[in-house]
Each structure stands twice: as structure tokens, then as C-alpha cells.
């Protein structure tokens, strides 16, 4: 497991819905000590609230794909009574993201929200921001609910000693390619927050989101050194997610890697679906979230291919999604030639060749069927060993076997036989490949 940074840690849900702890490795305000939650992956609904029940579909779909925390606009107040409604009906706790008009954050607080996001840039108002603050305080019968302060590059705020504060910062970050943006967002969590210590509330999480990657990796490594408030990760405006998902898994994964960051939200131009899905899979690739869902291998494929294998992965992917519980591995791999080498670990694997393929379940061969049934034979052994494991008679990445390659002529025909004896030819070692080792 990477190293995390320590921060305090904040709550969030209620008996119904389940608690999600963000953060954590500090010590609570009361001395008790805190280990530092699993990174949360957030998302938010496209919908309209006030269309309630969509909303409360979009919510149900999300928490599905594996979100632990949902996020909605509450623009209007016809968006705040909706809650209402939707908080009773999902099982996710619900952050109400408010801008501009401050009494919406007090309708979501009296509607019964998880958490409220104020924006600095647009809800500056002290008195305002104190009545906000009171309302999280005694919500839940006095348990209170968590703020996350949301700065986004280009906020606007007012201090009175903003010129000062941002030549001193403008000093320290000088020679930074982004240090003006750095010193003013920086500045404006200052002013901020100064108004929640001064009401002795704490419950507070922070986030400082840009849509330039390295500016983002910049301004979370600062703030991370100046607070210990969990960190709320993102890249606002990333745009259609085949490009957003570059730019947030760069500076995110940045981030993660050096510790930094205790919930995260990737923001697509798309289904909010993708949002959880790709948040999650970047957690699991850098070991900060065990998966409990299949993890599939595939080759890329290459001129070696004798079988449609990118429609086979697709078709793989959609199958193991709905149906397996485990972090059962499964490769797919377009031959043998470096097949068995790159799905080393697999519990279940499948080599492609002359339009068959043979399927391995912990390096044990269980089948050899033509193309048209590799997708069902698959998934049914896929199906079989997940059972086993869960009646304890097998155990995930377990088991070692050696794979004889099977005969040329009688398995995987003339291109497996072309390929061995092009193998066997340039005296490349690899007969007698192993999978099944975790
Ligand atoms: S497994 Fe075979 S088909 Fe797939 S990329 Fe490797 S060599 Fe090519």
C-alpha cells in the first residue's frame, strides 16, 4: 500500500445510509487516533434534482457502479424540497453543492443532505458563510454534517489583506511557472477557513481544482503541506472523457502516488457512470483500493491475431461486470506466443489461435472450443471457479501450474503450428510456460 499523507478525518452519512470516512492518520480534535479511510470516489448526477424520480435513478446507478458518494446541484429551491424526497429512496450519502445563494445550503441541511460544498468565489459573505456553518453544526441532532470548501482557478474573493498575503506567497512561489494561481487560491482557503476555526468547526474538507493538469499536481502538493484538512482531488472541466480521463489520471495519479488525496471525483463531458468507474480502476491500479470485481487482462493485439479478440474483450468486460463478485483475474490473450508469459497470475485464461481457443482455469487446461463459444465457455468457468472459491475450495492466484503448450497439429492448428515452430526455431525459451502464480 502507498504511503498517505495524515490528515484529519471527516464523516460522513447517517445510520441508513452507511458511513463514508474521508481521510484520517491524525488525531481527532479530542486525541483519539484515526487510520486514514480508503480514497472515496465521488461523482455527481447529470439530472435535475427537482426531477425526483430520475434523480433518484441516476443516484441508485451510480452507487451501483461503485460510487460512495454522490454529489447534486441544488440550484433551486425546487431542488432542495426534492430532496426531501430522494434522500428516503437512495443508499449513498448525498452531498448538496451549492453556489451563490447561500439558503439553499440551509434547505439541503433542513431536508437532511450528508455534507454541503460552499464555493469561496461566489458565497463570500461572512454572515452568510456563519449561518451556513451553524446549520451543519446542529444538523443530525447535533452530530453535525461535514463542508467541503471548493475552490476553482479563477474564484474571486476579498481580504483585506489579499495584496499582502499574495506578494508574501507570490515571493515563496516565485519560481513556480504557476505561482500567482497558487498564491491566490491558496489565499482564499486562508480567508475561508479562518472563518470556520473562528466558529470552532472543523469538519472540513477541501478541494482546489483546476483544468490544467500540472497546475492541479502543483496546487494540491501546496496545499497539502499547509493543511490537514482531507484532501477532495479533482480536475474541473476535463472535458469528453477521452481526454479527461489522460488529464485527471496524470495529475491524480501524481498525486495518489506521492500519498496526497482522501476522495477523489473525475469529471467526464459524459455519463457521471465513467466518472465512478475510471475513479475506481485508478485506485485499484495503484494498489489503494482491492477490487471486488473481475480484473481483466488482455493482450493488444497484433499480426499475430486469429481471432476477433478486441470484440472478444469488450464482450468479456460486459459479461465478468455484472456477474463477478471476486477480484478473479482473467486474461485474454490473442496466442501463445507470449500469452502464457503476460498472464502470468491469472486464475482464468484463455489463448486464442486459427479461430479457437483454449481456456485454462488456475493453469489447469478445462477446454479447448472454436471462437464462436469462447465468450460463453469463459464465463461459465469463470462462473464455476468464482463458486469454488466461495465455498472455500479454491483460493484467488493460488496455484502454479506449468502449461504444456498444446500439440501444433491437434489444438490450435496451422497458426499455432507456425507460430511454435517459429518459436522453436529461434530457440526462444518459453515450452513449458507457466500461469496460475499471484
Ligand atoms: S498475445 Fe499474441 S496476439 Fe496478443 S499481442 Fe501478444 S503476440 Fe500478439
Redesign the pocket.
Known amino acids: 500500500m502507498l504511503p498517505r499523507v495524515p490528515t484529519r478525518q471527516v464523516t460522513l452519512g447517517d445510520d441508513r445510509v452507511g458511513y463514508v470516512r474521508i481521510g484520517g492518520g491524525k488525531p481527532a480534535r479530542d486525541g483519539s487516533p484515526t487510520t486514514p479511510a480508503p480514497v472515496s470516489v465521488q461523482t455527481m448526477t447529470t439530472g435535475y434534482t427537482h426531477d425526483i424520480d430520475a434523480c433518484v435513478a441516476e443516484i441508485n446507478r451510480l452507487t451501483a457502479a461503485g460510487a460512495d458518494i454522490v454529489r447534486v446541484a441544488v440550484p433551486e429551491k425546487k431542488d432542495t424540497e426534492a430532496l426531501r424526497h430522494i434522500l428516503p429512496q437512495v443508499r449513498v450519502p448525498i452531498v448538496a453543492d451549492v453556489h451563490f445563494h447561500f439558503q439553499r445550503a440551509l434547505e439541503a441541511v433542513e431536508a437532511g443532505v450528508h455534507k454541503i460544498r460552499l464555493n469561496p468565489g461566489n458565497i463570500n459573505d461572512r454572515a452568510q458563510v456563519i449561518e451556513v456553518i451553524n446549520a451543519c453544526k446542529a444538523a443530525q441532532s447535533g452530530r453535525g454534517i461535514p463542508i467541503r470548501i471548493g475552490v476553482n482557478e479563477g474564484s474571486i474573493i476579498e481580504r483585506k489583506d489579499k495584496q499582502k498575503r499574495l506578494k508574501e506567497l507570490g515571493a515563496v512561489f516565485s519560481e513556480h511557472k504557476h505561482g500567482y494561481m497558487l498564491a491566490i487560491m491558496i489565499t482564499k482557503l486562508e480567508e475561508y477557513l479562518d472563518i470556520f476555526y473562528e466558529q470552532d468547526f472543523h469538519d472540513v474538507t477541501i478541494s482546489a481544482k483546476s483544468m490544467d493538469a500540472p497546475m492541479v499536481i502543483d496546487v494540491y502538493s501546496e496545499i497539502s503541506k499547509r493543511f490537514d484538512h482531507p484532501l477532495h482531488l479533482g480536475v474541473t472541466h476535463a472535458g469528453p472523457k477521452e481526454t479527461g480521463c489522460i488529464r485527471s489520471v496524470v495529475a491524480l495519479g501524481s498525486l495518489l502516488s506521492r500519498g496526497i488525496g482522501d476522495t477523489l471525483r473525475i469529471s467526464y463531458a459524459s455519463d457521471s457512470r465513467f466518472e465512478v468507474e475510471d475513479g475506481l480502476e485508478l485506485l485499484y491500479a495503484l494498489g489503494l483500493r482491492t477490487r471486488t470485481s473481475a480484473e481483466l487482462i488482455a ?4 499480426g ?2 486469429q481471432v476477433d479478440l478486441i470484440s472478444l474483450v469488450q464482450d468479456v468486460r460486459k459479461k465478468l461486470d455484472g456477474q463477478i463478485q471476486l477480484p478473479i483475474k482473467v486474461a485474454v ?3 501463445i ?3 502464457p508469459g ?1 498472464a502470468e497470475g491469472a486464475d482464468v485464461a484463455v489463448f486464442a489461435g486459427d479461430r479457437r481457443g483454449i481456456i485454462y482455469v488456475q493453469g489447469e487446461r478445462v477446454a479447448n472450443v472454436p471462437e464462436a463459444e469462447i465468450l460463453d465457455k469463459l464465463l461459465a468457468e469463470t462462473l464455476a471457479f468464482q463458486a469454488r472459491v466461495q465455498r472455500g475450495e479454491a483460493k484467488l492466484g493460488e496455484k502454479k501450474v506449468d502449461i504444456v503448450p498444446p500439440d501444433p497439429i491437434g489444438e490450435l492448428g496451422s497458426g499455432w503450428e507456425k507460430m511454435a515452430h517459429e518459436k522453436i526455431a529461434s530457440g526462444t525459451p518459453g515450452i513449458g510456460l507457466t500461469v496460475g502464480q499471484s
Open positions: 493482450c493488444p493485439t497484433c499475430r491475431i490473450m490473442g496466442c506466443v507470449n500469452g503476460e
